[in-house]
């Protein structure tokens, strides 16, 4: 789920779509799965009150043309679902990195939580309506008995799927939309801290249960989901733990203050003696007016020739201002060169260094 996957060519609404490596095992399995079994789906729909002759969508390659087109119609349902959170979570300004769609469903990844109170309710529960509304527009088509054959048992397979997508994701659990509307409507009496230690609370429960009667009636599959719901709480919930740690906090407060800085006039053996006794990571370099130009690594030093002049091993330099919110600073440090960034003041001035190193210093000294 880390953007590894295969891109989609087009984006809707703007959306990137990546599709998991997992997929290429997953929609072939489908499809079997849905072509093994026509003539009991049949059945199904029929106790539903859509009568379709087995007869015909049983016979030659029809099976597997139907299961083929049923799981792709399946993962196109799970991506209008994403795109349900997404288009609401932009009401929101809140944009979404890109949806990507694996074995056990989809996933919108959003930048940011929605921080208006309540409306990672609403973000969460548009999923389960849009997918609900997708069940009832195929069930209405249906009635009308335009429909007939393998499009009618394709639409029909995707009425029941799209309502249980709904009601699965209804679950009280967090990462699922239920969990979110729990927690959010738990943060509007109870502040954000205890809405997510009881909503963590609870997911646990229900992933418990969810896995237990998957092991009871061996649905291998249920018990994966549950397994998955359970490692995906908890994370969810110490990331948003981490979050709160941060709010209103600025970059000064966890920054290393007075970084041992160079000029860029050194020769790498200069650089290299100052090391000896003054050992950092890295070494910011700073022009003659004081303004940085880039990093030097200490572990780019060793190599190369003594009098080689340090503009060769300059790595570019990603700056922050020093009151600038640390939970943003945070975010572009997982992406900067050199895994730190150069804290500055308003008038350019270098004042501190932020590694990665700093910020988890800063929380156990916060947690301790
Ligand atoms: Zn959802």
Redesign the pocket.
Same mark, same amino acid.
């Given at each position: 789920m880390t953007g590894r996957g295969w891109r989609l060519p087009f984006r809707p609404f703007g959306v990137p779509v990546e599709l998991d490596p997992t997929f290429a095992l997953i929609l072939p399995l489908f499809a079997w799965l849905i072509g093994s079994q026509v003539a009991g789906f049949a059945e199904l729909f029929a106790q539903l009150g859509v009568d379709l002759d087995p007869a015909p969508l049983s016979t030659g390659a029809a099976p597997w043309l139907l299961g083929a087109s049923a799981a792709i119609g399946l993962f196109a349902s799970v991506l209008v !679902?994403?795109l349900g !959170?997404a288009i609401v979570a932009r009401v929101y300004g809140v944009r979404t990195q890109r949806i990507t769609l694996w074995f056990l469903g989809g996933v @919108?990844q959003l930048d940011d939580v929605p921080r208006k109170r309540g409306a990672e309710a609403i973000v @969460?529960i548009v999923?389960?309506i849009t997918s609900g509304a997708l069940s009832l527009l195929l069930w209405t088509l249906l009635r009308s008995d335009l429909f007939g054959g393998g499009v009618a048992f394709v639409m029909a397979y995707l009425a029941v799927t799209n309502a249980g997508l709904a009601l699965f994701?209804l679950l009280p659990a967090l990462p699922?939309?239920g969990g979110r509307v729990l927690r959010s409507l738990l943060a509007l009496p109870l502040g954000d801290a205890r809405a997510t230690r009881v909503a963590g609370a609870v997911s646990r429960v229900v992933a418990i249960a969810l896995g237990v009667y998957g092991f009871l009636t061996l649905q291998v599959f249920l018990l994966a989901i549950a397994f998955f719901v359970d490692a995906a709480g908890r994370a969810e919930v110490a990331a948003s733990q981490a979050r709160r740690a941060f709010e209103g906090r600025r970059v000064r407060e966890a920054m290393t203050p007075d970084p041992v800085a160079v000029d860029l006039g050194w020769s790498l053996e200069q650089l290299r003696r100052l090391r000896a006794f003054r050992s950092h990571t890295a070494y910011p370099v700073l022009d003659v007016d004081g303004a940085p130009i880039g990093w030097i690594r200490a572990s780019d030093l060793d190599a190369g020739d003594g009098e080689a002049p340090l503009a060769d091993l300059l790595r570019p330099v990603e700056t922050v201002g020093a009151d600038e919110d640390l939970e943003t600073a945070v975010r572009r440090l997982a992406a900067a060169d050199a895994g730190r960034l150069l804290v500055v003041e308003r008038d350019g001035r270098v004042v501190g260094v932020l590694a990665k190193a700093d910020v988890v210093r800063w929380l156990q000294q916060r947690a301790g």
């Open positions: !679902h994403e !959170h @919108a @969460a999923g389960p994701n699922l939309d």
